[in-house]
């Protein structure tokens, strides 16, 4: 994001940090991070990454819930899987903290909740009509 020289705050790029329930944090600092760093009501699990030695890195995770996977609190891991594992980590915890939220609801029936909550606040009749009726697809050419 561009930096705004008139705002010294740079209010325009903190906006969106605190809105996420899962945060993938890369720090290269020696000190370890304070999850407490963004505050916001919905910070339900950190996942920092610290580079070490011979491309490595370890791993802390601060959660406000029990455990996920893959990745674990002090894993060392190769530089090569550090992406891959990350990202399925934060989709674990993400799937963990909204089944809490929304019970144990299948991942199938929070999408529809969402989508149904998304069409109440944006309405739009003719795809409301078509997305619930299954017609999505009607004029589409699958062939």
Do not use: W
Not at 97 to 102: N, T
Request: aromatic fraction near 6%; hydrophobic fraction near 35%.
């Amino acid at each position: 994001m561009p930096t705004n020289p008139q705002d010294p705050q740079q209010v325009h790029k903190k906006r969106h940090v605190g809105n996420d329930q899962v945060h993938i944090i890369f720090s290269e600092h020696t000190r370890e991070y304070n999850p407490s760093t963004i505050k916001s009501q919905f910070n339900d699990a950190h996942i920092v990454i610290h580079p070490i030695s011979h491309g490595r890195y370890r791993v802390r995770i601060h959660s406000k819930r029990e455990a996920f996977g893959p990745l674990c609190d002090g894993m060392i891991i190769d530089r090569s899987m550090g992406a891959l594992l990350s990202r399925r980590t934060a989709v674990c915890a993400d799937r963990l903290i909204r089944q809490a939220q929304y019970g144990s609801s299948s991942p199938v029936a929070v999408r529809l909740n969402t989508l149904k909550e998304f069409l109440a606040k944006y309405p739009c009749v003719e795809l409301s009509q078509k997305l619930f009726t299954g017609k999505m697809c009607e004029s589409a050419d699958i062939n």
